[in-house]
């Protein structure tokens, strides 16, 4: 009864306050072609996909939202209509210096910060959402964030399991330290299956660099830092902790660019042959001792509203050069952005126009 009248009181707080109704219709594509076959870590395929994600929802008093959508997956080539349906279903809470989410919400929105050393490629893909929380105050180049997603529920059949992470970013003119890190929980079912253990894996970067943006369309970054992680199996009483050098050298003129990570140091994933991608969730390549990811890519389109790139990515591991060749595609709208800013036209688009 007390839960009721909460409720109540807070539903008629709400309506007394100034309201505004907002919607959104995002569309997503992604093709991503993998020439893996000298890999002894992964192997070779095409991940193809479209996400349709209508969403509605209601905002007051300047800082809250509450907001609900469907998201859908369309497979090409795959008989079904539909291939995976979720939800958004999330609250927040925004002043100009702090951000709350509780609920269903994207992942990019929240860790773009991540690279995909920890979020590997097919999991921005297919598994877009977080489902817990995330607080951050500041913005931009100096903040705190720290979060929660739960991805998997205990029952008979699914094991439980779930994420803790935290980051941060300090910088002062050219300069910056930053930091990315997150604890992973894999547990067993509900009732307990005796087959199943309890494994975990933490993963932390920090890092020391510099970074310059200018307003001519060119923008780059040079950094170098430690990456540690402990890795256990507690069914097996087995741990591994390893420890490396990391980083990145990044530029970019004119949409046109390269993004550089090197990795070297304690081979990475040492159980991933028992667990593979339920517990970890980053590149398999750091299973190496040495690795080196290289991206060139291009903006063809850059607005507020729509975003096309195109990549080539190589992978230096086992001694091989590996290719990957990526399409995304990105296109928004809604009655909450403001429109009149235009997009970014780069020189060399004039080639095409």
Known sequence: MRLILLLLTFCTVA?????????????????????????????????????????????????????????LLKIPGMKHAVDKVDLTLYYQYQTPKT??????????????????????????????????????????????????????YATPENRESFFLGFSGKVAKGSLFADFQSYLYHYAGTKPGNSLYGVSEQMQGVASLGIEFDSRKNF??????????????????????????????????????????????????????????????WGTPFLQGSAYLQSKFYVRLLES????????????????????????????????FTNNSRKGTVYPWMRVFQ
């Open 15 to 71: 309506a007394t306050q100034a309201q505004d109704y907002l919607w959104k219709f995002d569309f997503d594509y992604f093709f991503d072609n993998r020439e893996y076959k000298e890999s002894s870590f992964t192997g070779p395929q095409t991940l193809n996909g479209i996400w349709i994600t209508p969403a509605g929802g209601i905002s007051w008093d300047s800082t809250h939202t509450i907001m609900a959508g469907v998201d």
């Open 99 to 152: 951000i709350f989410r509780a609920g269903s919400f994207p992942r990019r929105d929240a860790l773009n910060n991540y690279s995909d050393f920890f979020f590997n490629d097919s999991v921005n893909y297919f598994m877009p959402l977080m489902q817990g929380l995330f607080w951050q105050i500041g913005r931009e180049r100096n903040f705190f964030n720290a979060w929660m997603d739960w991805t998997g």
């Open 219 to 280: 923008k780059g970054l040079l950094s170098a830092g430690v990456f540690a992680g402990i890795e256990r199996d507690r069914k097996a009483d087995e741990d591994h902790k390893p420890i490396g050098f990391i980083s990145r050298a990044n530029i970019e003129y004119s949409g046109i660019g390269t993004e550089n990570t090197l990795y070297a140091g304690d081979p990475r994933m040492r159980f991933y042959n028992r667990y593979g991608g339920d517990l970890y």
């Open 304 to 335: 507020d509203r729509v975003k096309v790139r195109l990549n080539g990515n190589l992978h230096f591991t086992e001694g091989n050069v590996l290719f990957q060749q990526t399409l995304t595609v990105s296109a928004s709208i809604d009655n």
